[in-house]
């Protein structure tokens, strides 16, 4: 009898309800009782639509992020907030976004730090710890929703964040060591559980991903510390692991003295046999099986194949459920109305996937023939998408075996490329630059939700972006900015809109996923292999450099970014998804040379995203990533300058990789780090040109002239002026024409003193 259960369901609701809740409330349009009820309602149609499963999360639902959540329940929030007034709703804003809804200017502070959740596009709120942090219990939101749960019939399973993931998740303010509050944090832990077991609860799920990371020896005693101490509570506890392999920490999952251990049965398929045979036989295995990390069908069939010995082995020791919290996918299939249907057969959202879940453990507890049918449809839709000639296209996938390294170098060297690069462009030292998009202005949307809608026709669609094209051309004309952009008024997003010309490529409406609060991305869904039946970008550009002398820069998404930010196929490894997009943005690039264009930009904003969670797997990533960049890159003649951008701000440990590209020029965001970025190129020698951002764009403060000479003159302590650029740290498409004008202004005139006092 395989037990079902779910790790966490999306919350953010099918239509984002919960994003235009939050938002409403936040400008004070809606009262928190209405919040509250937005917030309950969606929790209860989740729990509904998990119903079929035997045990459903309570816990996972959060009003901005589940780390923030748990740092509540543990009491322990930044003591910047601690003595304000207001509700507790207003100081977990504060520490969320910086402010609560109706704070008076005394009361805003700075929002908490956040960093991506392991290797996902989730952003967390990053606990802050200092030596002295204490922690209080404060289990009132996880017990209310415990009991609200039981109230609806559901069979609840607590889901929390464990002490050691927690502590590794957060960040250590003076230096302290953060294993050293483990004794002040598992009390709290203990007691957290004795309450939740008061209000009824019978499993708890105390997540633990930090298991599938590389630990070390203190971390992996902290685990053993930390459940050993726990194991006196009243509940079973099922400790979850998830996004990768556990490897060294295997054994150590397996023999915690708990009731049970969930692994990532997608991603460490591998490892199941030997779980199977380290964990004690009184302990349930949780296997991951559904994956919770992509939209496609799971293979159903094959799946039953697995695990009908592992069934009968383990009997009710088994339990199934999707790999991790279905957070990272989308809510519902069904929402699609506009989906190519062959495509949308392919498919499984959150919901989809709850579904499968159950298909399988019905399966495994009656026999296959109680879901005969939903297992013929699914190999049907399953062999379709393997048959399909829209997925697989014999050309492209010549071209990729017929790549060699030849394909991603350059001719000559940087050194004899910059020589001839020089004479062609003419450039001033310390030339000024932007990193491409200019103000999305309220009329450039309202512009292309019109042409969406059928509206505006494509004509004059294209006049209106060609008279922004037009104005911003004027507009760095009259700052007397050295090398231009055309400003990127055309596109709604970087990655959406090159996913939009390739084939390959299918966009949902309602695919939404939480990237941060109410911040939700709708990732680009790449099923086939890729082709660029025609140019992309090349009249907009050729349009901005017949309005204007000075150079024009021509802007493309790069291989690796396109890649990190869409759902990509899951029959074919990354890296040859990845060979196919560089192939297709290497045609780019050379039709935009083959039209004049002398400076190429391949922004690769996301190529940092894509490392692996364990530090032994970078190299072979960034060995195919950089390679699919060069191949997309390094196909132009020496006289063409080839920039990237790169908006992170760590480059400490790729800084080998960074050289590798090859880039003539990289431009990467430096200001808030007062320069100190630089250090590692400096001491790397990293040959090419660095335009170091001046300029931090997240801020809608205006830089002065003087600033920027300041920052300049500590980039020239580290890079020779002659190889240093002048540009903002990123785009500037959220920024204002009003902040933006004179920001640049005084950028440009800090180039001229500089120029001046060389
Ligand atoms: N060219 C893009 C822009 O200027 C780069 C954005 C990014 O790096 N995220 O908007
Ligand atoms: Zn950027």
């Known amino acids: 009898m395989a037990i079902t259960h779910n790790l966490g369901f999306p919350r953010i609701g099918a239509k984002r309800e919960l994003k235009f809740a939050l938002e409403a409330y936040w400008k004070g349009q809606t009262k928190e009782a209405e919040l509250q009820q937005t917030g309950a309602e969606l929790r209860q149609l989740h729990w509904q639509q998990q119903s079929g499963l035997n045990w459903a999360p309570v816990g996972d639902f959060s009003f901005y992020d589940q780390v923030l959540d748990t740092s509540f329940t543990l009491g322990h929030l930044p003591e910047r907030v ?26 805003c502070v700075h929002a908490g730090e956040m960093t991506k959740w392991f290797d996902t596009n989730y952003h967390y709120i990053v606990p802050e710890f200092t030596q002295d942090t204490e922690f209080t219990l404060n289990p009132a939101r996880l017990i209310r929703q415990l009991q609200e749960a039981k109230s609806q019939g559901v069979n609840a399973k607590p889901v929390i964040i464990g002490p050691v993931t927690y502590l590794w998740l957060g960040k250590s303010k003076d230096g302290c ?6 004794d002040k944090l598992l009390p709290v832990y203990q007691a957290l559980l004795q309450q939740l077991a008061d209000a009824g609860a019978e499993w708890v799920q105390i997540d633990e991903p930090a298991l599938v990371t590389e630990l070390d020896r203190n971390w992996q005693h902290a685990v053993n510390v930390a459940y050993h101490q726990l194991k006196a509570a009243p509940v079973k506890l099922l400790v979850a692991t998830y996004f990768d392999e556990l490897r060294d920490n295997l054994k150590l999952a397996c023999e915690l003295p708990v009731a049970g251990l969930h692994i990532d049965a997608v991603r460490a398929r591998t490892e199941v046999v030997r779980v199977i045979d380290w964990l004690p036989s009184h302990k349930v295995l949780s296997l991951g099986i559904i994956d919770g990390r992509n939209i496609w069908k799971s293979d159903l069939t094959e799946l039953l194949s697995w695990l009908e010995p592992i069934s009968q082995k383990l009997g009710e020791r088994l339990w199934l459920a999707p790999s991790c919290s279905l957070l990272h996918v989308p809510v519902d299939l069904t929402a699609e109305q506009n989906l190519d249907s062959e495509i949308k057969n392919w498919l499984a959202f959150a919901q989809q996937k709850i579904d499968e879940l159950s298909t399988l453990a019905t399966a495994l507890n009656e026999g296959r023939a109680s879901v005969a049918e939903k297992l013929a449809q699914n190999r049907d839709a399953l062999a379709g998408r393997r048959a399909s000639d829209r997925v697989h296209n014999p050309t ?3 071209s990729v075996a017929k790549i060699t390294p030849a394909l991603g170098k350059r001719a000559s060297s940087y050194s004899k490329r910059t020589a001839k690069q020089r004479q062609q462009l003419a450039l001033p030292r310390y030339p000024t630059t932007t990193i491409g998009s200019f103000p999305q202005t309220p009329q450039i949307r309202k512009d292309r939700l019109a042409f969406k809608q059928g509206e505006l026709k494509l004509d004059e669609y294209q006049n209106r972006m ?49 990237s941060y609060g109410s911040r939700c991305v709708k990732p680009p869904i790449l099923f086939g292999d890729i082709t660029r039946p025609h140019t992309m970008t090349v009249e907009w550009i050729r349009y901005a450099q017949s309005l204007t002398d000075k150079p024009m820069k021509g802007m493309l998404t790069g291989p690796v970014t396109i890649l990190n930010w869409s759902f990509v196929r899951d029959d074919q490894p990354r890296s040859e998804t990845c060979k196919q997009l560089a192939l297709a943005i290497r045609k780019e690039v050379l039709d935009l040379q083959a039209a004049g264009v002398n400076i190429i930009q391949i922004d690769e904003a996301a190529l940092r995203e894509g490392l692996p969670l364990r530090q032994s797997q970078w190299q072979e990533y960034l060995t195919w990533a950089v390679e699919c960049f060069r191949i997309s890159a390094n196909g132009v003649k020496d006289e063409t300058q080839i920039h990237t951008h790169m908006c992170y701000s760590e480059f400490n440990d790729i800084i080998d990789a960074i050289a590798h590209m090859d880039a003539d020029v990289i431009t990467i965001e430096t200001s808030r780090s007062d320069m100190e970025l630089l250090d590692v190129f400096d001491s790397f020698k990293y040959p090419n040109e660095i335009g170091p951002g001046v300029y931090d764009i997240h801020s809608p403060n205006i830089p002065s ?5 300041n920052l300049m003159g500590k980039a020239r302590e580290r890079i020779p002026a002659e190889r240093l650029w ?24 800090a180039a001229k003193s500089l120029r001046n006092s060389a």
């Not at 060591?177 to 483990?182: E, Y």
């Not at 002239?705 to 000479?709: F, K, M, T």
Request: proline share 2%; net charge negative; glycine share 8%.
């Open 396 to 398: 492209v996938q010549e």
């Open 705 to 709: 002239e003087e600033h920027i000479v």
């Open 177 to 182: 060591d953060r294993l050293q509050l483990l």
């Open 82 to 107: 601690s003595n304000l007034a207001g509700t507790e709703l207003d100081n977990y804003f504060r520490v969320a976004r910086g402010r609560a809804v109706n704070d008076s200017a005394c009361q």
């Open 466 to 514: 060609r008279t922004e094209i037009e104005y911003s051309v004027r507009e760095q004309e009259a700052l007397g900015l050295d090398v231009l952009v055309h400003g990127e008024a055309e596109r709604n997003d970087m990655v959406e809109y090159f996913g939009e010309q390739l084939e390959g490529y299918v966009f949902s409406q309602f695919g939404w996923v939480q």
């Open 726 to 749: 002048i540009n903002p740290d990123c785009g500037l498409k959220t920024r204002q024409w009003d902040e933006v004008r004179p920001a640049l202004q005084n950028m440009v005139s």
